[in-house]
Structure formats: structure tokens, C-alpha cells
């Protein structure tokens, strides 16, 4: 009776947590969003800071300092870039959406098809001028709360300085208090680097992939460009769309097939060698999440929040997954979590709850 009573509190307290977030994501969003943002921004300080000019060290104030600077002039560059192309796609799309019809019906024809089945309506109803003005709103809900967003990361690096303090004064035992710092320094550790080279491996792509497009003609390369930056924080559902779009338009913008093929071959290899061989290497086994819990993640995240729960559902699930691992009471969890059941562990890096 004890062990159902626990198991039916653990269900109503997980389904009062979700509701919550989804009856409050106006709030929620923008702190989750601040938390991505800032350990980024460490993980950039960090680097920031094994730099040295002769023998001068670059201390952390001014090494987060310019870290804020580098990132906020990025995103503002960025900004800037996207809102021209996203209003040259617009202007173009409904050019580009009366050739795409005119080669579906073309196909449809030439198959003999009287009556399309479901899916060539959907593909019929593809709409550039529809992607792009999704991409131009989350821009604009992004815009409308960076600077909430912004004070959040503020204040989230001024209090990363007093954490010791208060966890000196929370646990004043020197012994348990250094077994707690070591945890927290090390699960921050693995976040970090999980968001940095996620972050790193998504430029990448989108750089390579701009090259391809640029080189072959295809119109709008930079958007597309950054739209395989944002779809690639979306594990294989992400990839399947950023290179399913760009090559639809591809397709539509030529009338030979050979710059189709191009793209769409280069494409395809670019994000298997990426995801499949450089990012598991560059990560590890500390992110070894099950696909069928990816795919859970990115339905109940993608319900409660929408596209931006797409974007943050792996985060989530993987930083809790590296908390849940590090301590004995949650591990198994975490390894319910995992794909082959192996986590990442060092010897004595548990903590008792």
C-alpha cells in the first residue's frame, strides 16, 4: 500500500508540475530560455578566460563582461539579418508557391492521378510565405522578451558570485559542503558542455550548409542557413525538416533536376556525418538519450509549449537526465532515461539525498 501510495503522490505531483508549466509558460519561457542563455555565456567566460595575453589573465568579471557583449552583439546581428531575408521571402513567396503547385499538379498528371491521396494534399498545400512568417513571429516573441530575458541572465550571473556564501551558510559542515560544491560544479560542468558544443556543432552546419546552398544558386541561403541552425537543436525530426525545406525550394527555383540532387545529396551527408559521427564524439556518453524518450520529450514539451518547447525539450530532458544521474536515489532514472542504460559516472561523484 505504501510503495502504490508513493507511486500515485510521484504521478500527481509530476502531473501538477506540467500543469503548471503549461498553464504558466508565459512565465516559465522566458526563465528556461535565461538559463540556456547563461550557461552559454559561462561556458563562453569560461573559455574567455584560458586565454592569456603574456603572462595577464583575464579575470571573470571582465571575461563574462565581454562574453554578454560578443553574445548580445551576435544575436543583434543576427536579428538584423533574419528580419531582410525573412521579408524578401515573403515577397517572393507567392512566386515561389505557384511553381510548387504548378509541379505538383504537373506530377499528379503525369502519374495519372484523378484524385491525389492525403499526402500529395499535404505537400500540395506546402507554403513558403507560411514558414517564413512562422520564423518572422518566434523571432518577434523572442524579441518581446529579450529584455526580461536579459534581466533574468543578469541576475543569474550576479548570483552565481554569493553561491558559496550562501551554501556556507546553508551547510556549514566544511566536509558535506565541499561534497555539494563538487556535484554542483560538475553537473554544471556537463551542462555546459553539452549546450556549448550542441551550439558549435548547429553553426557548423549551418555554415557548411549556407557554402552548399551559396555555391549552387538556391535562393535565400542565409535564411535557410538559419533555420538548419535553429532545427538542429531538434535531434532527427530537426535535421529531416532543415534539409527537407531548403530542397523543396531548391527543387521549385530550377528547372533542371541536377541542382536538386546536389543540394539534396550534400545536404543528407552533411547532417549524417555532423550528427551521427562528429556531435557523439564531441558530446560523449554523458548525453545518451533513448529515442524513444526523445520523441516523448519533443511531443509533451511541443504540446505545452509549442515551437519553443520543440527547441528546449532536449535541453531539458538532458540536464535533467545528468542531475537525476548523480545521485544513488535517482540514477535508475536516469538509466530509464538512457538508450544502452549507460550514464556518465566517476568514481565517488554521487551525493546522498
Known amino acids: 500500500m505504501g510503495s502504490l501510495a508513493t507511486f500515485f503522490y510521484s504521478f500527481l505531483t509530476v502531473a501538477l508540475v506540467f500543469y503548471t508549466l503549461s498553464v504558466g509558460k508565459d512565465l516559465f519561457i522566458p526563465i528556461f530560455i535565461a538559463i540556456v542563455i547563461w550557461f552559454l555565456l559561462a561556458s563562453l567566460a569560461g573559455a574567455i578566460q584560458k586565454v592569456r595575453f603574456y603572462h595577464y589573465k583575464i579575470n571573470y568579471p571582465l571575461a563574462i563582461t565581454l562574453a554578454l557583449f560578443m553574445g548580445g552583439y551576435g544575436l543583434w546581428l543576427t536579428y538584423l539579418l533574419m528580419v531582410e531575408n525573412i521579408s524578401q521571402v515573403i515577397e517572393a513567396g507567392p512566386f515561389y508557391q505557384e511553381r510548387f503547385n504548378h509541379l505538383h499538379e504537373a506530377l499528379m498528371t503525369k502519374l495519372n492521378i484523378q484524385k491525389p491521396p492525403a499526402l500529395s494534399d499535404l505537400i500540395g498545400s506546402f507554403s513558403v510565405v507560411d514558414i517564413a512568417s512562422g520564423v518572422a513571429q518566434m523571432l518577434t516573441t523572442f524579441a518581446s522578451n529579450l529584455g526580461v530575458i536579459f ?5 543569474m550571473l550576479m548570483e552565481t558570485g554569493s553561491f558559496d556564501e550562501k551554501l556556507k551558510a546553508l551547510i556549514p559542515n566544511k ?5 555539494v560544491q563538487k556535484l554542483v560544479a560538475r553537473i554544471t560542468k556537463q551542462i555546459q558542455s553539452y549546450i556549448w558544443i550542441k551550439t558549435i556543432v548547429s553553426i557548423a552546419t549551418a555554415l557548411i550548409s549556407y557554402f552548399v546552398l551559396w555555391a549552387v544558386g538556391v535562393d535565400f541561403a542565409a535564411f535557410w542557413a538559419f533555420i538548419i541552425f535553429i532545427l538542429n537543436y531538434i ?21 533542371s533536376l541536377t541542382p536538386f540532387l546536389i543540394v539534396t545529396c550534400t545536404l543528407i ?3 549524417f556525418i555532423i550528427g551521427n559521427i562528429i556531435e557523439p564524439k564531441l558530446i560523449g556518453r554523458s548525453i545518451n538519450l533513448s529515442g524513444l524518450v526523445i520523441l516523448f520529450s519533443l511531443a509533451v514539451w511541443g504540446h505545452i509549449w509549442g515551437m519553443v518547447g520543440l527547441f528546449l525539450s532536449i535541453p531539458i530532458t538532458v540536464i535533467t537526465s545528468l542531475i537525476l544521474a548523480n545521485f544513488p536515489k535517482t540514477r535508475f532514472l536516469s538509466i530509464l532515461l538512457s538508450e544502452n542504460g549507460e550514464i556518465y559516472e566517476e568514481e565517488n561523484n554521487h551525493l546522498s539525498l
Open 151 to 155: 534581466l533574468y541572465v543578469i541576475f
Open 175 to 179: 566536509e558535506k559542503r565541499q561534497d
Open 235 to 255: 535531434p532527427t525530426i530537426g535535421a529531416i525538416i532543415a534539409t527537407i525545406l531548403p530542397c523543396m525550394l531548391t527543387l521549385v527555383q530550377f528547372e
Open 269 to 271: 551527408s552533411i547532417h
